[in-house]
């Protein structure tokens, strides 16, 4: 099996997470960075351990030495960086949200298709061993016909309000905060564990803080450093969101979205009820599944190569009481994604749980109706998604 260059497009906050994966994987050199200056990129590069640093994008993508584009740019980037890699016949694992939205994301999709190369969205939560103990769970009718799934993911980076990054500016990061962010990651787990599809939508938003303060273009995610003359924002995406769901099932579902939330650092919850029994999962506690009965005692059960299911076990790599992580289930997913590029990354070859532009475009689809429900008045809106070849 040949080794693989990899490059990456944008090298932020998340970008050291994707180098970090890659280089686990054994199989795979990490050829380049490029930023939005060589002088950036070079920083980034000496910080990362790589080798070569290019200013411009255009520049990464043409060099032979890399064969897969990982595009870890600002939402507003995502569609020009993607559609020169594919152009370059170059395999592509993006960041979500996928783009800015519906018009977007489809159109990448389509190229995706049509290069017939691989293409990759972090919905990185798929990689727990758990989450997909429980998906295979729901899939073989032991949850029976599910009737809600409900739950949240909330976190609290943004309760101060000298927290400004692109995520709040319109025109980097789209017409939404925190949906796009993680109300995205939310409702890519919750299809994809109970193996429903969300029709239509009620929402209610909220921007908790309407005025932000920004240290200036150098200030990354998470970060309140900057100077002292910091420059009031007005914001207008929201920061807060509940949401009521139907499912394609007849199903029912909610959640609710916020990073304004002191004390929630990454608190992704879900949680899907079914005839039988109902499951729930816990990011921050993600080596435990609960599993709950009408008709005996509930149960916890452990990550744990001997107990958990097949499907579940490849995604499982220390013994039972050793805790796996974020990292460890992000890891997961590249080693999917790098096994369907060594494999062509024609569509026949790709891994069931591996989410694609396709689900990257559906979550866009996704999103956009939960927007247009809050401007309508938190109606309910039908989610607008076309399917590739439909």
Known sequence: MKRLGMGLVGPGFVARHHIDAVRRLGDVDVVAVAGSSQASADKKAREYKVDRAYGDYHDLIADPAIHVIHNTTPNYLHLPVTLAALAAGKHVISDKPLAINPAEGREMRDAAIAAGVAHVVTFNYRGNPLVQQARGMVAKGESGDLSFVHGHYLQDWMADANVYSWRSDPAKGGATSALGDIGSHWCDLAEHVSGLKIVSVLADLTTVIPVRYSAGASAEAFSTKGGADRQAVNVQSEDLASVLLRFDNGAK??????????????????????????????????????????????????????????????????????????????????????????????????????????????????????????????????????????
């Open 253 to 390: 579902g909610s959640f609710s979205v916020g990073q304004v939330l002191p004390g929630h650092k990454n608190d992704l919850v879900l949680e899907v009820n079914g005839r039988k029994l109902s499951l729930k999962w816990k990011q921050e506690q993600q080596n435990e599944l609960w599993i709950g009965h009408y008709n005996r005692a509930n149960a916890l059960l452990a990550k744990d190569p001997s107990l958990v299911s097949e499907e579940a076990l490849r995604y499982t790599h220390l013994p039972g009481g050793h805790q796996e992580s974020w990292a460890d289930a992000f890891c997961n997913l590249m080693r999917d994604a790098y096994g369907w590029i060594h494999a062509g990354g024609k569509a026949e070859t790709k891994p069931s749980m591996l989410p694609t532009f396709e689900d990257g475009y559906r979550s866009v689809c996704l999103v956009d109706a939960m927007l247009r429900s809050h401007r309508a008045g938190s109606v309910w809106e039908p989610v607008q998604y076309t399917a590739a070849g439909a």
